[in-house]
C-alpha cells in the first residue's frame, strides 16, 4: 500500500480536486467533488472534508484557488482571506501552503499579505510545471467553466497577464467550458430549420448539452444539476437545447437538435481559436506546440489541428500510471501545485 506524504488541492469555485503523492514522489491518486461555493461557505468546508477524510492526518497541504472569485465574497480580497480560513479549519493538524504564483508558497495564515497573487493562480501551476519539462508551447486547459491559454518557453511562464482581469484582456483567459457555460453565451443567432434563429436570453441549456447531444462528454465531467435540474440523458439534453429556440422535441427535431448542438460547439471552438490566435501574435514564433488539460481538452486537440501544430495530451506528460493519466490531466492544477511542492516536503 502506498504511503501518502503529499497532498495537493485546486480549490475552485464549483469543484474541488485533489491530488496525493507517495512517498517516492510520485502520483498515487486523483480526486474530484462538487462545490457550489457560491451558495455558502459550508459547501467549501464539506468537500474538503470529505476529500480529505480518504487520507491519513497529518499530510502535509499545497493549496491553489479560484474559489475567491465566487459572487459569496464581496470582493476577491476577502475571497481569498475567506477560502484560506476554511482551509485553516479543515486542513488542520498538518503543514499548509498557500500557492502565490511566482512568489512560491506561503503559509496559509499570511493569505491577506498575498491576496493579489494567490488568487486564481492555479493555471500559474500548470504552466510552470510544463515550462521546466519542455522547451516551448502553448498550454490550452479547458475546463467546465473556463479556458486558459497560456505560452510557456525558456524554462519560465511567458503570460503577459496574472490577474483574472489582464487574462481576460490578453485573451488568456475565457469564460466558456464544455459542462457549465450558459448556451446564451456562444452565440446571439443559430441556424434552424432554414432560418436564422435568435436564441433566447435564458438559462435553459448548458453546454454539458451540446457535448452530451454529441455523444463526446466525457464520463464524470458534469457533476452539478443540469439547468433544469432534470436527467442527464441525450433526449433531456436535446429538448434543453431546443428550449433555447423556442422549439419542442419531436420526431420531426431529432436530427435538428443534433446540427443545433453541433454548430454551438463550432461556435465555441471558434471562440477559443480567435484566442489562441491572440496569444499566438504576442510571440515572435508561431505556435509549434499545444498541450491539452482539463476535461474538455478534445477541443485542443481540435485546436491544435486547426493551426497545424503539434498535440500533446498533459495525461501522457504528468505520470506513467494509466490509470491516472486520464484524471490527472483532468485536473492538471491540483496536479501541477503538489509537484511544485515537492520542495517543501522534509528531507
Known amino acids: 500500500m502506498t504511503t501518502i506524504t503529499r497532498l495537493g488541492w485546486d480549490v475552485g469555485g464549483a469543484h474541488v480536486k485533489l491530488a496525493a503523492f507517495g512517498e517516492d514522489g510520485r502520483l498515487a491518486a486523483v480526486r474530484i467533488a462538487p462545490c457550489p ?3 455558502g461557505a459550508q459547501h467549501l468546508a464539506e468537500a474538503l472534508r470529505k476529500l480529505r477524510a480518504e487520507f491519513p492526518a497529518g499530510i502535509p497541504s499545497a493549496v491553489t484557488m479560484t474559489a475567491e472569485g465566487a459572487d459569496l465574497w464581496p470582493d476577491r480580497h476577502a475571497g481569498v482571506v475567506g ?5 485553516i479549519e479543515e486542513l488542520a493538524g498538518a503543514p499548509l501552503a498557500l500557492f502565490a504564483g511566482p512568489e512560491g508558497f506561503v503559509p496559509a495564515d499570511q493569505a491577506a499579505a498575498h491576496s493579489a497573487t494567490i488568487g ?8 510552470a510545471v510544463l515550462a521546466h519539462l519542455l522547451p516551448a508551447g502553448v498550454l490550452v486547459d479547458i475546463g467546465s467553466t473556463t479556458a486558459d491559454l497560456i505560452a510557456f518557453g525558456e524554462g519560465r511562464v511567458e503570460a503577459r497577464g496574472f490577474s483574472d482581469a489582464e487574462r481576460l484582456a490578453n485573451g488568456e483567459l475565457l469564460y466558456t467550458g464544455i459542462v457549465r457555460t450558459p448556451v446564451m453565451a456562444l452565440a446571439g443567432h443559430v441556424p434552424f430549420a432554414g432560418r436564422l434563429v435568435p436564441l433566447m436570453a435564458e438559462l435553459y441549456a448548458t453546454t454539458a448539452d451540446i457535448y452530451r447531444v454529441l455523444d463526446v462528454l466525457p464520463d464524470d465531467a458534469d457533476l452539478h444539476p443540469a439547468a433544469d435540474g432534470g436527467a442527464k440523458s441525450a433526449e433531456a439534453s436535446a429538448r434543453r437545447l431546443l428550449r433555447m429556440v423556442g422549439e419542442d422535441l419531436t420526431a420531426a427535431n431529432q436530427t435538428r437538435a443534433r446540427r443545433l448542438a453541433y454548430h454551438l460547439s463550432q461556435q465555441q471552438l471558434h471562440r477559443l481559436a480567435g484566442a ?5 501574435s504576442a510571440r515572435e514564433d508561431d505556435v509549434g506546440l499545444v498541450v491539452g488539460a482539463g476535461i474538455g481538452r478534445f477541443l485542443s486537440r481540435q485546436l491544435a489541428e486547426r493551426r497545424g501544430a503539434a498535440y500533446l495530451d498533459l495525461a501522457d506528460v504528468l505520470t506513467d500510471d494509466p ?3 486520464g484524471p490527472a490531466a483532468d485536473c492538471a492544477p491540483a496536479v501541477a501545485v503538489g509537484l511544485l511542492s515537492a520542495a517543501l516536503a522534509p528531507g
Open 83 to 87: 477560502t484560506a480560513a476554511v482551509l
Open 120 to 127: 486564481s493562480a492555479n493555471w500559474y501551476a500548470t504552466a
Open 37 to 39: 461555493v457560491w451558495k
Open 323 to 325: 490509470a491516472l493519466a
Open 276 to 280: 489562441l490566435d491572440v496569444v499566438a
